[in-house]
C-alpha cells in the first residue's frame, strides 16, 4: 500500500497564498498518478489537480491560472501551490494517488480557510 501525509493547510486571507505537500511512502512505485481533491462543508468532494508520472497536469476550471501542482519523484512528494485564494476555496484537501494493482490512496486532509 501507500500511505499520504499532507501539510501545509491553515488560515489565510482572501487574496493570500498557500503551498500544500503530500509526502508518499510504502509502495511508491505502484504510482501512476498523483493528484488533491477537496470537500467543503456540505459539499462532494472534488477534483482541483492531478499530475502524472511524466508531468502531465489537469486542473479544475475553478483553479485555473491560480493554483499549480507539481511533484518532486525523488522525494516522493507532490506540492499544490494555491495563489489568489478565494473564501470559495475553503475545504479539506485531500491528497490522492492512483496506479497499478487498483492501487487508490488517500490521504486524511488538510483544512484550508480562507477568510478574513
Known amino acids: 500500500q501507500v500511505q499520504l501525509v499532507e501539510s501545509g493547510g491553515g488560515l489565510v486571507q482572501p487574496g493570500g497564498s498557500l503551498r500544500l505537500s503530500c509526502a508518499a511512502s510504502g509502495n511508491v512505485g505502484r504510482i501512476t498518478v498523483m493528484g488533491w481533491y477537496r470537500q467543503a462543508p456540505g459539499k462532494q468532494r472534488e477534483l482541483v489537480a492531478t499530475?502524472?508520472?511524466?508531468?502531465?497536469?489537469n486542473y479544475a476550471d475553478s483553479v485555473k491560472g491560480r493554483f499549480t501542482i507539481s511533484r518532486d519523484n525523488a522525494k516522493n512528494t507532490e506540492y499544490l501551490q494555491m495563489n489568489s485564494l478565494r473564501p470559495e476555496d475553503t475545504a479539506v484537501y485531500y491528497c490522492?494517488?492512483?496506479?497499478?494493482?487498483?492501487?487508490?490512496?488517500w490521504g486524511k486532509g488538510t483544512l484550508v480557510t480562507v477568510s478574513s
Open positions: 490522492n494517488a492512483r496506479g497499478f494493482a487498483g492501487l487508490d490512496s
Open positions: 499530475i502524472t508520472n511524466s508531468g502531465t497536469t
